[in-house]
């Protein structure tokens, strides 16, 4: 499932953020994607290691924990350090797949990919994310502080910039359900039943979907 998810940062954490990002070393995105994206990768990339990363990955982080939507359709079990990327004008990633397996001992599974757009859209021309579909392109362009959440499984790509500067932060989750259908049907069965209770409190119907979700997740969770 594909899904926007508006306001995961506030205008407050969004302003810190952008402050910091003013601060750190950007570097070649070349140097954290694999052969074949390489090819294709032409942006910026905040060092991970650097002491501005470690504190806007502070604020990122809460705000996904806050979020409620983010967490009940991603339900995640561990998430890679975001990266923080811009694109300034004549910047691009061509069409690609992310990394399968991630990590120095390859004990992360990429299910979930996110990006995070951190600055208003109207500033910049192009950059939008581009997801192939069986229908054709799908194209996303968010508010500041809004994110995207897709499966991995997607082949995507940036659309290049051509004026202005796209500043965004992209991540991946291991998710504790490793199948994109199956978390959609949790998330469907989460959403339905909460709806009941809002409406009519913990009836039977509630406690069967409750079960239903409890014991579907017990059948597919990997944690
Ligand atoms: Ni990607």
Redo the contacts with the bound molecule.
Sequence with gaps: MLITIPDILSKTDLFKLNTLLEQGQFKDGKLTAGWH?KLVKNNQQLSGNDKVARQAIAILNNGLQKNAIFSRVTLPRKMRPPLFSRYEPGME?GN???DAVMGADRGFRTDI?FTVFLNDPESYDGGELVMNSSVGEQKFKLQAGSAIVYPSTTL?RVAPVTRGVRQVT?SWLQSLVRSAEHREILFDIDTTRRAIFERDGKTKEFDLLSKSHANLLRLWAEP
């Design positions: 994206a990633y690609h797949i992310d990919s995507h992209v």
